[in-house]
């Protein structure tokens, strides 16, 4: 069954950068769309941002916009989420998904992956 792997997420200080990537791995399966949650502890999951493999289209959450930009390689199969000053807010487990169309909410999502954990210190 095909999955999502995601790079190892870390622990950053406040105002630092981190770079996240994500890939299909095992059997192939079709998408449109691929993007990141993340949930923190006691919260509920929430959408970050995504972008249609085609279009290179992008959406991102108020939280984020002007600080995460998501992008990909199609040739590598491959979406990366470049995180610029990051908030102590921003600690969470971080979700990568996949979809047939917007994966705005998780119940839109398709397939997972197993999440990494991003740590920001004040």
């Known amino acids: 069954q095909g999955q999502l792997v995601e790079s190892r997420g870390g622990l950053v200080q406040a105002g630092g950068s981190l770079r996240l990537s994500c890939a299909p791995s095992?059997?192939?399966?079709?998408?449109?769309?691929m993007g990141w949650f993340r949930q923190a502890p006691g919260k509920e999951r929430e959408f970050v941002t995504a972008?249609?493999?085609?279009?290179?289209?992008?959406r991102y959450a108020d939280s984020v916009k002007g600080r995460f930009t998501i992008s990909r390689d199609n040739a590598k199969n491959t979406v990366y989420l470049q995180m610029n000053s990051l908030k102590p807010e921003d600690t969470a487990v971080y979700y990568c998904?996949?979809?047939?169309?917007?994966?705005?909410?998780?119940?839109?999502?398709?397939?997972w992956g197993q999440g990494t954990q991003v740590t920001v210190s004040s």
């Open positions: 998904a996949a979809g047939d169309l917007s994966i705005a909410t998780p119940e839109a999502v398709n397939y």
């Open positions: 095992g059997r192939t399966f079709s998408r449109n769309v």
């Open positions: 972008i249609t493999l085609s279009s290179g289209s992008t």
